[in-house]
């Protein structure tokens, strides 16, 4: 069946998960992200692009203020995560971490063995009560992972010692472990062969279902495949952002247009 | 190219494009060559240090390997209550009012019994003379061992009492007929009698547990001098550093790397650890002098001053270890704990610190082993006094006197009786020993603990 | 041949393939255009061998748009084209597509032109013929040099202008359909000559789509209001009056 025609796509409008307004952010005397405004929707992939040190990653780490750890990083205006303000002198990032999971560039599992990766998270966050209840969420979060099946068998083994994808996999089921409401990833697949992206990529679409998701990508080809809404960034303005398949067939900017085609300006 | 002036360097360039692999050019050969002579000097290198570590070890296992054989001889002596126990109440109070003097002559008596009873002969040697054959620590020795159960005495018991250094030194071919004719300390016809007792049996020369156990000994006792007190005064400074210094260090470094804003305050301090560990440490040895014990009041010669003293110049090395181990642990770690919702402490304290704890443990017993060694801080705090007496057991001990191992070889090297100079090097041996282990378990905790990541 | 607002691609040798597979579209634009004019011609002077000329022409047209095929097929594999690149791509294969039908049609115009010359000539029709086939050809490189220029105004200019075509069309479907009625003879002359008016009204239609798709090129968007419509031979039975 072909009941979501691509060209429709754009038709379907999601509820606003995160809005942010005239978002500024500051590398101590670097103006690195310039007065944003972009409503990233729920159930949706939005993917953020443009060339290296546009801003796409710092602004994409505002969203969980992993910004906060750089101590000369400041942000200013209004990021809401459900209509609240994220950079309230009330919300505790550690709070806003559990809600907001990352996904990171290289895949960067823990030392540790491969359930140890995933029950951390909710352990830390007192999900659960006895080892009973923690078990059934580390498989889930596999299971959600899409890589349950590969290493139901092997819980024990170090995560580690996983391949490049199935590491990347078994991160975004430790990010999903925590019931995170939106999913951030920070160039999930540039160290993966291109099967092993296939496969995230595929996971992606599947946590389309549940969370909202923003993939930041190097990869114009991952961010047509895989996202409904993509953002381009360029020397830290928002230069355009809407429906994917309007962006990557006619885009309305020229300098979106040159970066898409690889031109020269 | 542009330099080419020469028109006729045009058409040479050209054939050399064309040149065959077989066929090495004169830049390629002149280049391996300068490789191969670069080689050859990092080779030469190599071996000087090689022959220098081999050289100094073997002088030192040769001069200091006898240290731990020693010689002693076998007597029967008769306690004999009429001296040792006049009353005859077997009271050790009374008994212990008798000194090593009214122990000599039971030994001097003993040794000339047993010989008759050997069928050796004097042979022109007096009593007194031969008596001289038996260290002058034989007698506490004696008394300790009467001392150490009272009901001993009225028995004759079989006793292994020490030689006397030079009979000592000639079965370890340090001294000679020809030197001993010239020593005041001994003569010819006394090391004669001890090649006889020898042959006898009754003189051995046996491996020296006491090395490792005895106190220090006055200048004319070499042969009853042992490291007992240097070992555990070291064992108890090392115990200090290790319990102050560690925590300290690690929770500086932890501070600084982690959480402590990169301002020029925190800057500042970096640097000055940095150069803290670049203080001689002698400045360290003053710094204790003026602060712990003119200052604080804490007694001299103490292992407290001294653990001190070391931690204060241990902590730069450890801290600046154990922020290279942090700074090892990929940045990727703290990302993935931040990502998950950990707080900056758990991150640090459940991924960051178990990642970097090989490193730290390691820069650790690097550390103490550089503290193990340290000699010019403890002579300026006062552990260069001559100690006989244990330091007790924690914590009282660590308030008490007590030597350390590399002042006592410092120590024993200042004494005239070449018996020490063996000695000294049986020491260095033991210290080495010391580090070498502190050095292998480095690499061991190193190597079981490193993951990959 | 790359539009003049837009800088070079970082890699060069994409925009000598974007150039290449236009140019095959320039050539075989020569083509076509050439083979509309010289199948009218050889009508109007009755001239066999033009007319086999323009036959075995269509070999060559046919050849051209299988190789645009082929490249645009490549190009979308090896470089994968976005945005304006992928427009242009996908232009390019639609031109050449339409291009190749104007080709297919000048062709047929030739072979009836073969039957014709054997029958008695209608009065004045193929003078018409020639005009209609004039202004289409007129129409097609006004198609192709906005193409070229990236020229919106042209092409929307070249899409209107196929109402003329269609006007033209319709009074040579009254005049052959009164030709017809005056003299039953003229029915296979006048049918042959139908067939061609209606394949030059095709031909306009599909130089029209071209116009479109160089908007579609520019813009990014297919022109969505509705094209006038003359030809209301099939509708309106009124015009047959």
């Not at chain 1, 009330?90 to 823990?110: E, S, T």
């Not at chain 3, 109007?44 to 046919?62: F, L, M, T, Y």
């Amino acid at each position: 069946m072909y009941d979501n025609p691509l060209t429709k796509r754009d038709a379907v409008t999601k509820e606003v998960k995160i809005s942010a307004r005239g978002c500024q952010v500051y590398y101590g005397d670097t103006h690195a992200i310039k007065d944003v405004d972009v409503d990233i929707e729920d159930k949706t992939v939005t993917a953020f692009i443009g060339p290296s040190g546009c801003g796409k990653s710092t602004f994409l780490r505002c969203l969980n203020r992993m910004n906060d750890t750089i101590d000369v990083c400041r942000v200013e205006g209004d990021i809401r995560l459900d209509g609240e303000d994220i950079y309230d002198p009330k919300v505790d990032p550690v709070q806003l971490r559990a809600k907001v999971g990352m996904v990171f560039q290289k895949p960067n599992p823990f030392p540790k063995s491969i359930y140890d990766n995933v029950a951390y998270g909710p352990k830390i966050h007192g999900m659960s009560r006895n080892k009973a209840e923690l078990d059934e969420i580390v498989e889930r979060a596999l299971r959600r992972g899409a890589i349950w099946d590969e290493v139901k068998d092997r819980l024990d083994a170090p995560g580690t010692g996983l391949s490049g994808g199935q590491q990347q996999r078994l991160c975004i089921a430790r990010a999903v472990a925590t019931e995170p409401e939106v999913l951030l990833m920070d160039e999930p697949c540039s160290a993966l062969d291109p099967i092993a992206t296939a496969q995230v990529e595929e996971l992606i679409d599947e946590l389309r279902e549940q969370y909202s998701v923003v993939i930041v990508t190097h990869s114009m080809q991952q961010a047509a495949r895989v996202s409904q809404k993509t953002a381009f960034f360029h020397l830290g303005n928002l230069v355009e952002y809407g429906e994917t398949g309007q962006i990557f067939t006619n885009p309305q900017d020229p300098r979106t247009e040159s970066y898409i085609t690889g031109r020269i300006g | 190219m542009t330099d080419a002036t020469d028109p006729s360097a045009q058409p040479a360039a050209a054939p050399q494009r064309r040149s065959s692999l077989l066929q090495l050019d004169e830049r390629t050969r002149r280049r391996n060559a300068a490789e191969a002579r670069f080689r050859l000097m990092g080779l030469i290198a190599v071996t000087i240090g090689i022959l220098a570590v081999i050289g100094l070890i073997s002088s030192i296992l040769f001069n200091g390997a006898s240290s731990f054989r020693q010689t002693f001889i076998t007597l029967d002596v008769y306690l004999d209550p009429a001296k040792l126990d006049k009353a005859g109440t077997r009271d050790p109070e009374a008994i212990s009012k008798v000194t090593t003097f009214g122990y000599a002559p039971l030994l001097q008596k003993g040794l000339v019994d047993t010989m008759a009873a050997q069928g050796i002969a004097l042979d022109g040697l007096t009593a007194k003379q031969a008596a001289e054959l038996i260290s002058k620590e034989a007698p506490a020795q004696l008394r300790r061992y009467v001392m150490a159960d009272v009901s001993r005495i009225g028995q004759t018991v079989t006793f292994d009492v020490l030689a006397a250094g030079r009979i000592d030194g000639y079965f370890k071919g340090r001294v000679t007929m020809e030197s001993a004719a010239l020593d005041r300390n001994v003569s010819p016809e006394q090391l004669m009698l001890a090649d006889r007792l020898k042959e006898a049996g009754m003189l051995r020369t046996k491996f020296n547990l006491d090395f490792f156990t005895a106190p220090d000994a006055s200048d004319t006792r070499p042969e009853a001098a042992g490291l007992g007190v240097a070992i555990l005064g070291s064992a108890y400074m090392m115990l200090v550093v290790l319990v102050l210094a560690l925590p300290l260090g690690v929770a500086a470094s932890i501070y600084l790397e982690e959480f402590a804003p990169k301002n020029r305050f925190t800057d500042l301090i970096e640097v000055n650890i940095s150069n803290l560990a670049a203080v001689p440490s002698i400045v360290f040895g003053i710094l204790g002098l003026a602060v712990f014990i003119n200052f604080a009041g804490l007694p001299q010669s103490a292992p407290i001053v001294g653990g001190l003293v070391l931690t204060l110049m241990t902590l730069p090395t450890i801290i600046i270890a154990t922020r290279a181990s942090l700074k090892a642990v990929p940045p990727s770690i703290r990302d993935a704990a931040l990502g998950v919702g950990a707080s900056k402490m758990q991150s640090v304290f459940h991924h960051v610190l178990p990642l970097a704890m090989p490193g730290i443990l390691t820069g650790t017993i690097i550390g103490l082993a550089q503290a193990l060694g340290e000699t010019a801080p403890l002579l300026l705090i006062g552990m260069v006094a001559f100690v006989r007496e244990y330091p007790s057991g924690p914590p009282d001990g660590f308030f008490e006197p007590a030597a350390a191992l590399p002042v006592q070889v410092y120590n024993w090297t200042q004494r005239g009786d070449p018996a020490f100079v063996e000695r000294a090097s049986g020491a260095i041996i033991v210290l080495l020993v010391f580090l070498v282990i502190m050095n292998a378990i480095a690499i061991i905790l190193r190597r079981r603990f490193e993951r990959r990541w | 041949m790359s539009e003049s607002t837009k800088g070079p691609h970082i890699v060069r040798s994409y925009d000598r393939d974007l150039e290449a597979i236009q140019a095959l579209i320039m050539k075989m634009g020569g083509l076509v255009e050439a083979a509309i004019l010289e199948s009218a011609n050889s009508l109007e002077a009755r001239d066999e061998e033009q007319a086999e000329r323009v036959r075995k022409g269509d070999k060559a047209i046919d050849a051209l748009e299988e190789q645009v095929n082929e490249e645009a097929a490549r190009l979308l594999a090896l470089r994968q084209p976005s945005a304006g690149d992928l427009r242009t791509v996908l232009t390019v294969m639609k031109i050449s597509a339409n291009l190749e039908r104007v080709g297919d049609y000048a062709k047929n115009m030739a072979k009836r032109t073969g039957v014709l010359l054997q029958m008695a000539p209608i009065e004045g029709s193929s003078g018409a013929i020639r005009r209609m086939a004039k202004a289409v050809e007129i129409m097609l490189k006004d198609a192709l040099d906005a193409y070229i220029q990236r020229d919106v105004e042209l092409a929307q200019d070249v899409r209107l202008r196929d109402h003329e075509v269609d006007q033209m069309y319709n009074a040579l479907f009254r005049e052959f359909l009164t030709f017809m009625m005056e003299d039953p003879r003229n029915i296979t002359a006048c049918m042959h000559l139908h067939f061609i008016a209606k394949n030059i009204e095709r031909m306009g239609d599909h130089v029209t789509s071209i116009a479109e798709q160089v908007i579609y090129l520019v813009t990014g968007e297919l022109p969505e209001d509705e094209r006038p419509k003359a030809d209301r031979t099939a509708i309106d039975p009124t015009t047959a009056q």
